[in-house]
């Protein structure tokens, strides 16, 4: 039980750190904001400064559901160099 029955029903949610190649700002975020809907969705999606350039908050109903969104969907993307995904936990 434990852990796996508390977490029943409840939906994953991870924020995405996407790096893009110079000059493709522009085309990587018109490629994220046309990502179908699945089982996993990007809720949020926002430009930042810093060594990323995009941070996205997705939310699925399982960590390999999200890491499937990742790989298949975001990673893909021509012009996205690298991502980091951060899962966001519950503390205290």
């Known amino acids: 039980m434990g852990e796996a029955m508390k977490t029943a029903g409840k939906r994953?949610?991870?924020?995405?750190l996407i790096e893009t190649a110079a000059g493709k700002a522009k085309a990587v975020k018109k490629a994220?904001?046309?990502l179908k809907g699945g089982p996993s969705t990007m809720?949020?999606?926002d430009g930042i400064t810093g060594p990323y350039d995009f941070i996205?908050?997705?939310?699925?109903?399982?960590?390999?559901?999200i890491?499937?969104?990742v790989t298949d969907g975001i990673g893909i993307i021509d012009g996205v160099t690298?991502?980091?995904?951060c899962v966001a936990v519950s503390i205290g």
């Not at 690298?82 to 995904?85: D, E, G, L, Q």
């Open 32 to 34: 994220l904001s046309k």
């Open 67 to 69: 890491g499937r969104l």
């Open 43 to 45: 809720l949020q999606l």
């Open 56 to 65: 996205a908050i997705v939310e699925g109903p399982s960590l390999d559901a």
């Open 12 to 16: 994953v949610k991870a924020y995405v």
């Open 82 to 85: 690298r991502t980091t995904t």
